[in-house]
């Protein structure tokens, strides 16, 4: 069935340094891709979305591009702050589009 | 604009006791509906998901259960509570027809005791 991986964590950074987070998936046909946040004590909310190979998604200084033949979509960022500290999970929906499946979650954390 | 609500926000329950769980969308009609359940350390996991009024898939054999009474309600409940129920639980929406975007309720901590 498919499958999400993803680096684990956590990851500690000092401000204003450059992320990366790694993820590939496997699945049938083309799914779509996600990245959702999860600040502390909250439910999940969406950060960035690719439908198709080659799209890069992005938002609030963050960016990921669907990777079909490496079957990748890593999540990226050239200056992380302190604010930007959460679990980030990526996901992906299938062709029939009923379910997403998650990624274990990798927790980040941004010192000052 | 659409707005999930989950409730409770926190429960404390002894092993052995029932769960209800509640999930209620509002500003959209026929959405999919599902529970996630996200343990300790570990990534969200698949319970339930629901594409219409009293039609339930279930992931995961366990000892919870789900029912849809109505378009925009969702319900997770168990007889009995076990230890390894503990847990944050998710509900979340999303719209028919696609691998669009899940919306997420803000959660209910479970802890069974």
């Known amino acids: 069935g498919d499958s999400v991986t993803q680096m684990e964590g956590p990851v500690t950074l000092s401000e204003e340094a450059f992320l990366t987070i790694n993820c590939t998936y496997t699945?049938?046909?083309?799914?779509?891709l996600f990245w959702y946040v999860q600040y502390p004590g909250e439910g999940l909310q969406l950060l960035l979305k690719?439908?198709?190979?080659?799209d890069k998604g992005s938002n609030k200084g963050f960016e990921a591009t669907y990777r079909k033949e490496t079957t990748s979509f890593h999540l990226e960022k050239g200056s992380v702050q302190v604010s930007d500290s959460a679990v980030y999970f990526c996901?992906?929906?299938?062709?029939?589009?009923?379910?997403?499946?998650f990624g274990a979650g990798t927790r980040l954390f941004v010192k000052a | 604009s659409q707005t999930i609500h989950q409730w409770p926000a926190t429960l404390v329950q002894p092993v052995g006791s029932p769960l209800s769980l509640e999930c209620t969308v509002e500003?959209?009609?026929?959405?999919?509906l599902y529970w996630y359940r996200q343990a300790a350390g570990r990534g969200l996991q698949l319970l339930f998901y629901?594409?219409?009024?009293?039609?339930i898939s279930s992931e995961v054999p366990q000892n919870l259960s789900a029912s849809r009474p109505q378009d925009r309600q969702f319900i997770l409940s168990s007889k009995k509570l076990l230890l390894s129920d503990s847990g944050f639980y998710l509900c979340?929406?999303?719209?028919?027809?696609?691998?669009?975007?899940?919306?997420f309720g803000e959660g209910s901590r479970l802890t069974v005791l």
């Open positions: 699945a049938t046909g083309y799914p779509s």
């Open positions: 996901a992906l929906s299938g062709t029939g589009g009923f379910k997403t499946i």
């Open positions: 690719a439908t198709k190979a080659d």
């Open positions: 629901s594409v219409g009024i009293g039609q």
């Open positions: 500003g959209t009609s026929n959405p999919n």
């Open positions: 979340a929406w999303k719209l028919q027809g696609g691998p669009g975007e899940l919306f």
